[in-house]
């Protein structure tokens, strides 16, 4: 049994940051996966991120990202392409570590074999608890790439008939409906 | 000739610190502290229902999710009068204690010991010697000789292979390193057994908040853990003891292990308690409620001004009517509009961003105020009002770290000696063993009360079709959190939070007072100005935390210090 964990990171508070968290809730609302998958919102971590992806085979993380792209792109970065850039000499001791969580994992001997980063160039980060048009509207493809990924590392997931209750609880009800292009 | 030197680690879009200091004959002549990313979050829970409030709140940041849940619902509470249970405060403050102890175990070791300890000594120490070294300080049963070498050998393998990977960024060789390679190679162990005992104290958050990061146990009025001694389900004996076991591994290792290294570093770096001292003014308030009315705490609080530890003026509750009508913040030099310094309640949140300047605005923290002072608030705040006042348990850790620092050190140390940056770091580590203690203490208070029979763990709220206003306070790892809510009609009218990092982050306010990390840092040395490493220790002490924005991944990766002629 393959352990696998897909983690949506951002802030629900601060627009398309909440991008992570959002498609956490679309994938565990839409999909039933193998056994040794674990989805979760994993919100805004620092350095806690380690203990999150420690003793996983595999590690699908869902996150918003600042790019020259137009807002909406979906991009995919693996370990190499995040890590090849120095995280800096840090000043701030508690500031989010994607970076620093991947070679602290790297040196304690616990890193994942696999690390995908699925971006989304972001439309907004002003504080609001929606998403912006361009971003639902990669919502499919975000989700899409996940899926294909699950394909690559051979980990199974059926498409739920029903699909269950999507707890998008920081938005109103009308909201999630609009939000959501294929519910 | 003067510099000016800027560090802005960008690397993500967060808010994060930006430090700009001037240095004239290599010490720091001016400071600016800026935090470089608008949150202005608190008007987004503006008409919302004051119950949901608290899920909210702790998405502010990713670190403290707990305490901004925390201090939300005592806001809520606060304002409706509402009482707490006991089962309900014991469990609260063991979720807290134990948040408190994760976040400075990792404060220390992850995020600040290597501004001390240079990895790249390590190759040259003698694993034989630094064991032997490591039991004559303490008893930890892994200051063993193997561990040690495992130790060596993982920065062997890293230094040989001249990728660097997570220490990439360190001042390796910086002249203002100390230590020598048997310490850092003993320090440097203990930064990796640290991830497996934060990791133990994060569980018992989990354990008792259902979940982390973001705990879901909550409820304005109590908490919603069913207490059920024979359910596997609920919170019975067999989730009680699993918590038991966690906090005595944790409690071993902040007694045997953080406690003496951070005595033993400073016993080393003496000259670090003469630097970095900054704003005398201290603030405070009590927390780990004791009762349901929240009139008796395990923590004291109250407030310091000038340095005067004997003139200390204690507050009796955690919404202390002095507290309550003494604070304000000042958007002098934040990119907000306003004139006048607000009170949090009647505080307003409108951006008027214009860019840095240092003469001008400069930051997004606005500046808290206390009476009209800046205050330092975190650990030394807590350690020195409760030694003041001579809260036992304070002066019990403060006179042991005391007595350990003289005995390594062989130096005279004195209270008044933790105005600096290392007894900001002594502070947390006093604190941190006072915590492990009470950990245990209301971990057994919880069984105690439950084994009398008493399962309640939630009151009612009611609401009063009046206007009412809270606050609801927690001193967080980082020190004072308040929360300070408006309701209207079952609805939040305003809310405010005024968060630990921007009492110490505060930009300067309209009498052009400094706040607390700028002021630290005036008249620091610097061995090396293109290599500022005594700023990181010092701005590093404060323990600083900007997490409390957003979050994306910028692949760019861009550069940290730069440095300018004046």
Redesign the interface.
Same mark, same amino acid.
């Not at chain 2, 809260?391 to 019990?396: A, D, M």
């Not at chain 2, 009498?511 to 005036?522: D, K, M, Q, R, V």
């Given at each position: 049994m393959k352990k696998v964990l897909i983690g949506g990171?951002?802030?629900? /508070?601060?627009g398309d940051?909440g991008v992570g968290p959002y498609v956490a809730r679309l994938l565990t609302a839409r999909y039933e996966f193998d056994e040794g998958v674990e989805v979760a %919102? *994993?919100?805004?971590?620092?350095?806690?991120l380690? %203990?999150q992806i420690s003793a996983k085979d595999a590690v699908i993380l869902i996150?918003?990202?600042?790019?020259d792209a137009a807002p909406g792109t979906v *991009?995919l970065?693996r370990k190499a %392409?995040?890590?090849? !850039?120095?995280?800096?000499?840090?000043? @701030?001791? !508690?500031?989010?570590a994607?970076? @620093?969580t991947l /070679?602290?994992a @790297?040196?304690?001997g616990i890193a994942p074999a696999s690390v995908l980063?699925v971006?989304i160039k972001?439309g907004s980060?002003e504080?609001?608890?929606s998403l912006s048009e361009p971003v639902i509207a990669s919502l499919d493809q975000v989700i899409a790439e996940v899926l294909r990924e699950l394909d690559r590392l051979d980990v199974g997931y059926v498409s739920r008939e029903h699909p269950a209750e999507l707890r998008i609880?920081?938005t109103t009800e009308e909201k999630i409906k609009s939000q959501s292009p294929s519910l | 000739m003067a510099k000016r030197i800027t =560090?802005?680690? =960008?690397?993500? =879009?967060?808010g994060?610190? +930006?430090?700009d200091v001037e240095v004239d004959n290599n010490a720091v002549s001016n400071a600016w502290a800026s935090c470089t990313m608008?949150? &202005?979050?608190e008007?987004?829970l503006r008409g919302r229902d004051p119950r949901d409030a608290w899920? #909210?709140t702790q +998405? #502010? $940041?990713?670190?403290c999710?707990t305490v901004h849940a925390m201090a939300s619902v005592r806001a809520v509470e606060d304002a409706l009068k509402l009482e707490v249970p006991l089962n309900a405060q014991y469990i609260r403050n063991l979720i807290l204690i134990a948040h408190a102890l994760h976040d400075h175990i990792?404060?220390f070791y992850?995020?600040?010991a290597l501004d001390w300890v240079d990895v790249l000594q390590i190759p040259k120490a003698d694993p034989v010697a630094t064991a032997k070294l490591a039991e004559s300080l303490s008893p930890w049963t892994r200051n063993s000789r193997n561990e040690f070498k495992a130790a060596q050998d +993982?920065v062997n393998a890293?230094a040989s292979s001249g990728q660097l &990977? =997570? #220490?990439?960024?360190?001042?390796w060789g910086h002249p203002a390193m100390r230590l020598s390679p048997d310490v850092n190679l003993l320090a440097f162990s203990h930064y990796?057994q640290a991830?497996e005992y934060q990791?133990k104290a994060?569980q018992v958050v989990g354990i008792l908040g259902s979940k982390?990061?973001?705990i879901q146990n909550l409820t304005v009025g109590g908490v919603a853990n069913a207490i059920d001694l024979d359910s596997p389900s609920a919170l019975g004996m067999a989730g009680l003891e699993n918590i038991r076991v966690l906090l005595d591994d944790v409690v071993r290792f902040i007694n045997e292990v953080y406690f003496v290294d951070v005595c033993a570093v400073a016993a080393m770096y003496p000259e670090w308690f003469k630097i970095g001292s900054g704003v005398r003014n201290y603030l405070a308030v009590p927390d780990l409620p004791l009762d349901s009315t929240n009139t008796i705490y395990d923590l004291p609080g109250g407030y310091i001004k000038d340095g005067n530890i004997a003139g200390v003026h204690p507050f009796k509750t955690a919404s202390d009517k002095e507290f309550r009508e003494s604070v304000s913040e000042d958007v002098t030099h934040a990119y907000y509009q306003g004139g006048q310094p607000l009170h949090p309640w009647v505080g307003e949140t409108e951006a008027d961003f214009t860019g840095w300047n240092g003469d001008q605005k400069y930051s997004w923290v606005k500046a808290p105020r206390f009476k009209g002072e800046p205050m330092q608030v975190g650990p030394l705040a807590q350690v020195l009002i409760g030694y003041a006042q001579g809260h036992p348990l304070t002066r019990k850790y403060t006179d042991l770290a005391i007595g350990k620092i003289e005995a390594i050190g062989g130096i005279h140390v004195t209270p008044d000696m933790l105005h600096s940056t290392l007894g900001r770091h002594a502070a947390r580590a006093i604190r941190a063993a006072m915590l492990a203690e009470l950990a245990q203490k209301h971990w057994q208070l919880l069984v105690d009360n439950i084994s009398k029979g008493d399962y309640t763990v939630h009151n009612q709220p009611v609401f009063s079709g009046h206007e009412v206003e809270g606050v609801g306070t927690h001193e967080a790892p980082r020190g004072t959190l308040s929360h300070w809510v408006v309701i209207k009609d079952e609805k939040i009218k305003n809310y405010q939070a005024v968060v630990p990092s921007t009492w110490n982050a505060s930009p300067r306010d309209a009498n052009g007072a400094h706040g607390p990390y700028e002021a630290s840092l005036l008249h620091t040395p610097l061995a090396r100005p293109e290599e500022p490493l005594e700023v990181?220790r010092t701005?590093?002490s404060f323990?600083? $935390?900007?997490?409390c924005?957003?979050?994306? #991944?910028?692949?760019?990766?861009?550069?940290?210090?730069k440095v300018k002629v004046l």
């Amino acid at each position: 049994m393959k352990k696998v964990l897909i983690g949506g990171i951002g802030n629900i /508070l601060l627009g398309d940051d909440g991008v992570g968290p959002y498609v956490a809730r679309l994938l565990t609302a839409r999909y039933e996966f193998d056994e040794g998958v674990e989805v979760a %919102d *994993l919100g805004t971590p620092a350095l806690d991120l380690v %203990d999150q992806i420690s003793a996983k085979d595999a590690v699908i993380l869902i996150d918003s990202i600042d790019t020259d792209a137009a807002p909406g792109t979906v *991009l995919l970065y693996r370990k190499a %392409d995040i890590v090849r !850039h120095s995280s800096g000499v840090r000043m @701030d001791t !508690h500031s989010p570590a994607l970076v @620093d969580t991947l /070679l602290g994992a @790297d040196f304690f001997g616990i890193a994942p074999a696999s690390v995908l980063l699925v971006g989304i160039k972001s439309g907004s980060y002003e504080a609001g608890c929606s998403l912006s048009e361009p971003v639902i509207a990669s919502l499919d493809q975000v989700i899409a790439e996940v899926l294909r990924e699950l394909d690559r590392l051979d980990v199974g997931y059926v498409s739920r008939e029903h699909p269950a209750e999507l707890r998008i609880w920081w938005t109103t009800e009308e909201k999630i409906k609009s939000q959501s292009p294929s519910l | 000739m003067a510099k000016r030197i800027t =560090i802005d680690p =960008i690397t993500r =879009i967060e808010g994060h610190l +930006r430090i700009d200091v001037e240095v004239d004959n290599n010490a720091v002549s001016n400071a600016w502290a800026s935090c470089t990313m608008w949150r &202005g979050i608190e008007k987004i829970l503006r008409g919302r229902d004051p119950r949901d409030a608290w899920l #909210f709140t702790q +998405r #502010f $940041c990713g670190v403290c999710t707990t305490v901004h849940a925390m201090a939300s619902v005592r806001a809520v509470e606060d304002a409706l009068k509402l009482e707490v249970p006991l089962n309900a405060q014991y469990i609260r403050n063991l979720i807290l204690i134990a948040h408190a102890l994760h976040d400075h175990i990792v404060h220390f070791y992850q995020l600040s010991a290597l501004d001390w300890v240079d990895v790249l000594q390590i190759p040259k120490a003698d694993p034989v010697a630094t064991a032997k070294l490591a039991e004559s300080l303490s008893p930890w049963t892994r200051n063993s000789r193997n561990e040690f070498k495992a130790a060596q050998d +993982r920065v062997n393998a890293v230094a040989s292979s001249g990728q660097l &990977g =997570i #220490f990439m960024n360190g001042y390796w060789g910086h002249p203002a390193m100390r230590l020598s390679p048997d310490v850092n190679l003993l320090a440097f162990s203990h930064y990796v057994q640290a991830l497996e005992y934060q990791r133990k104290a994060l569980q018992v958050v989990g354990i008792l908040g259902s979940k982390t990061p973001h705990i879901q146990n909550l409820t304005v009025g109590g908490v919603a853990n069913a207490i059920d001694l024979d359910s596997p389900s609920a919170l019975g004996m067999a989730g009680l003891e699993n918590i038991r076991v966690l906090l005595d591994d944790v409690v071993r290792f902040i007694n045997e292990v953080y406690f003496v290294d951070v005595c033993a570093v400073a016993a080393m770096y003496p000259e670090w308690f003469k630097i970095g001292s900054g704003v005398r003014n201290y603030l405070a308030v009590p927390d780990l409620p004791l009762d349901s009315t929240n009139t008796i705490y395990d923590l004291p609080g109250g407030y310091i001004k000038d340095g005067n530890i004997a003139g200390v003026h204690p507050f009796k509750t955690a919404s202390d009517k002095e507290f309550r009508e003494s604070v304000s913040e000042d958007v002098t030099h934040a990119y907000y509009q306003g004139g006048q310094p607000l009170h949090p309640w009647v505080g307003e949140t409108e951006a008027d961003f214009t860019g840095w300047n240092g003469d001008q605005k400069y930051s997004w923290v606005k500046a808290p105020r206390f009476k009209g002072e800046p205050m330092q608030v975190g650990p030394l705040a807590q350690v020195l009002i409760g030694y003041a006042q001579g809260h036992p348990l304070t002066r019990k850790y403060t006179d042991l770290a005391i007595g350990k620092i003289e005995a390594i050190g062989g130096i005279h140390v004195t209270p008044d000696m933790l105005h600096s940056t290392l007894g900001r770091h002594a502070a947390r580590a006093i604190r941190a063993a006072m915590l492990a203690e009470l950990a245990q203490k209301h971990w057994q208070l919880l069984v105690d009360n439950i084994s009398k029979g008493d399962y309640t763990v939630h009151n009612q709220p009611v609401f009063s079709g009046h206007e009412v206003e809270g606050v609801g306070t927690h001193e967080a790892p980082r020190g004072t959190l308040s929360h300070w809510v408006v309701i209207k009609d079952e609805k939040i009218k305003n809310y405010q939070a005024v968060v630990p990092s921007t009492w110490n982050a505060s930009p300067r306010d309209a009498n052009g007072a400094h706040g607390p990390y700028e002021a630290s840092l005036l008249h620091t040395p610097l061995a090396r100005p293109e290599e500022p490493l005594e700023v990181l220790r010092t701005v590093h002490s404060f323990d600083p $935390c900007m997490a409390c924005a957003c979050h994306a #991944f910028d692949p760019s990766g861009r550069q940290i210090a730069k440095v300018k002629v004046l």
